[in-house]
């Protein structure tokens, strides 16, 4: 009995520092799926979990780009530029609430999933009126906005996340091309020309331009 008990005795602290260390590591690696500024899902992090609800049924697909970002920071100073990411940040986070991810794709640009969409004219909306609120700087209003996109994923042919991003971004830049704020693209087919997978004129779209389709 005495020896068991003093196996028991040793093996508690073991099994209390593993549960730590594991912790730890579901922390660190929960950490390093986050951007540290906005602590949204990361590019790679948002991709593999928006997929997964592509695939499980129908959802939306959402695009922002800000509006007068540059401004921001060039009048400003990044200092600033950085706090009006992090708002955003929070922002997105209260809009999503539980019902989908949010994720910052890089720079100014952020895209979202959601899944309970019944009113989506109202939510993307709201989601404008939010982004557009001043950001507060060191007791200066910061002045921002935002032009958003959004696709069913029941509009494309197949569930794929690339696809249905290439699609809300079309609307987005229809949106900030127009003025209106917020567009839901309701076509099944593209509406811009296409370079290496991306809407022409978007980052990574520098080759001779291929139509891939028109608005139906």
């Not at 949204?40 to 948002?46: E, G, K, M, P, S």
């Not at 949106?175 to 509406?191: F, Q």
Request: net charge negative; charged share 20%.
């Amino acid at each position: 009995m005495s020896a068991l008990l003093s196996a028991a005795a040793t093996a508690a602290p073991l099994a209390a520092g593993w549960s730590v260390h594991s912790l730890w590591m579901r922390r660190r690696f929960e950490a390093a799926r986050r951007d540290p500024l906005t602590g949204l899902l990361t590019r790679d992090a948002f991709t593999s979990r928006a997929q997964r609800l592509l695939s499980e049924g129908a959802a939306v697909v959402v695009v922002i780009d800000l509006d007068g970002f540059k401004a921001v920071n060039d009048s400003y100073g990044h200092a600033a530029g950085d706090a009006a990411l992090a708002t955003v940040g929070d922002r997105l986070t209260v809009w999503s609430a539980s019902r989908g991810i949010v994720g910052r794709l890089g720079g100014d640009e952020f895209a979202a999933v959601i899944t309970d969409a019944d009113d989506l004219p109202d939510d993307l909306a709201d989601l404008h009126q939010m982004l557009c609120e001043t950001v507060s700087f060191e007791d200066r209003p910061l002045p921002l906005g935002a032009s958003i996109g959004a696709v069913h994923s029941v509009q494309l042919p197949a569930a794929d996340l690339s696809a249905a991003l290439r699609r809300a971004d079309e609307a987005m830049y229809d949106a900030k091309r127009t003025g209106c704020g917020w567009l839901i693209l309701r076509s099944s087919e593209p509406t811009h020309n296409t370079v290496n997978g991306r809407r022409a004129g978007r980052d990574g779209a520098h080759l001779s331009t291929v139509p891939e389709g028109s608005a139906s």
